[in-house]
C-alpha cells in the first residue's frame, strides 16, 4: 500500500497466466493488458469467464498477468509508470486507493451507468480513478468442528486457548493482512501495541497471501484465520458445508471495496474504457458471487441462496492511512522479536 510499504516487494511480482481468445479486429487495438491478483485470475476465479465475456462481446483479445497480491500488482504499475505496460490494473483497494492517486498512476475515467447502479458509499471518489466492482468486510473465520470456541471479540483472540490457533497475512503483501492491521488500530487505537504483543503467542503463521494463508486454515493447520464474511458462501456452494462461520464481533469490521483502474499512459485506452463499462455490467457482475466471493456493486444483480452464510457488520471500523502505515512496521517489530 504504498511505495515505501510495497515496492521491497516488487520481486515476488509477476506470476503470469494468460487468457487470451476472441478474433481481432483491425479496427481496434489489438490486445488489451489488464494486471489483475493471483485469485482473480486463477482458473477458478473470476477472471477467465469475464474475459471470455468480454473478448466475445467486444471482439478485443484479452491477456490477463498475474502479480501475487494487490499490493504487489500496484508495485508493478508503479515502477513501469515512465513506461506503461498495461492498461487495467484490478484489485486496488479503498486501502490502497490513496497511494495509487499519489503516485499518479491511474487515469480518470467514469463508466456509463454507474450513478444508477452503484452505491455512493461504495464509491472511491468523484474523480473516479477507480470504479469499485465488488466489496465486503473482513471478519475472522472460525472452523466449528475445532477443538476451541468462537471468540466473541478481537480482544478474546488474546486468550490462551487460541495459543498457535490463528493464521494472518504479511500486510506488507496481503490486504486482508493489511485489513486486519487496521481493523486493530481503529478498535484499540494506541493501545493497538498491547494487544498485539498479546496476540503474538496465538499466531500460528503469517502468510504471504491469502491464498496461501486461507489454503492452510481449510487443511486444519489452525481453526482461525483473517478472511471476509462472504467466505462462508463458497464452502455452503461447493463444500456443501456450513462448518465455516463468519464471527461478527460488537466492536465493528473494516470494509474491503475492490476497484478498478486505468493506467495512465495505457497504450490501449478505448478498449481499457470499455472494460471498466462491461465490469459494472449485470452481465460481469453475476459472474462475481460465485467466483470472487465478495459482494456485487452492481444493486441489480441477485445474490446466490449460499450468502445466507454470509452475514452482514452491524457497523464498520476504520483508521488513518499514516496511522496504520506506521502500526504495520510496528506490528512486524512485536511479531519478529
Known amino acids: 500500500m504504498k511505495t515505501r510499504l510495497f515496492l521491497p516487494f516488487l520481486f515476488l511480482c509477476c506470476f503470469s497466466a494468460v487468457f487470451a481468445a476472441g478474433k481481432k479486429d483491425s479496427q481496434k487495438p489489438q490486445e488489451l493488458v489488464v494486471y489483475a491478483y493471483d485469485s482473480f485470475v486463477a482458473e477458478w476465479g473470476p477472471g477467465p469467464e469475464l474475459i471470455a465475456k468480454f473478448e466475445a462481446k467486444t471482439g478485443y483479445s484479452v491477456t490477463m498477468l498475474s502479480c501475487g497480491d494487490a499490493a504487489q500488482a500496484l508495485s508493478r504499475v508503479v515502477l513501469e509508470k515512465n513506461a ?13 486507493y490513496s497511494r495509487a492517486v499519489e503516485e499518479g498512476v491511474l487515469q480518470s475515467y467514469k463508466p456509463a451507468g454507474a450513478d444508477k447502479i452503484i452505491r455512493k458509499d461504495l464509491r472511491f471518489s468523484d474523480d473516479w480513478y477507480l470504479t469499485p466492482y465488488d466489496w465486503s468486510y473482513f471478519a475472522i473465520i472460525w472452523d466449528s468442528k475445532s477443538t476451541v470456541p468462537a471468540p466473541k471479540s478481537l480482544a478474546d483472540l488474546t486468550k490462551e486457548i487460541y495459543r498457535k490457533k490463528l493464521i494472518l497475512m504479511d500486510p506488507r503483501l496481503s490486504t486482508p493482512g493489511l485489513g486486519f492491521v487496521t481493523w486493530t488500530k481503529g478498535v484499540f487505537g494506541d493501545g493497538y501495541k498491547e494487544f498485539w504483543n498479546q496476540l503474538k503467542p496465538n499466531v500460528l503463521t503469517m502468510a504471504p497471501g491469502w491464498d496461501a494463508g486461507y489454503g492452510l486454515f481449510t487443511a486444519g493447520e489452525a481453526p482461525l484465520v483473517i478472511s471476509y464474511t462472504t467466505s462462508p458462501a463458497y ?27 486505468i493506467i495512465k499512459g495505457a497504450k490501449n485506452l478505448k478498449a481499457a474504457k470499455e472494460f471498466i463499462d462491461f465490469l459494472i455490467t449485470e452481465e460481469a457482475q453475476d459472474v462475481l458471487p460465485l467466483t470472487q466471493w465478495m459482494y456485487p456493486v452492481n444493486e441489480n444483480v441477485k445474490l446466490p441462496p449460499c450468502y445466507d452464510a454470509a452475514p452482514m457488520a452491524d457497523k464498520t471500523v476504520s483508521a488513518g492511512e499514516a496511522e496504520v502505515l506506521e502500526a504495520v512496521d510496528t506490528v512486524l517489530q512485536i511479531l519478529s522479536k
Open 84 to 96: 506503461p505496460k498495461g492498461d487495467v490494473v484490478i484489485g486496488i483497494d479503498n486501502q490502497l
Open 235 to 261: 464452502h455452503v456452494e461447493y463444500d456443501n458445508t456450513d462448518r465455516y462461520k463468519a464471527l461478527i464481533f460488537p466492536e465493528g469490521h473494516p470494509v474491503q471495496i475492490e476497484g478498478a483502474g
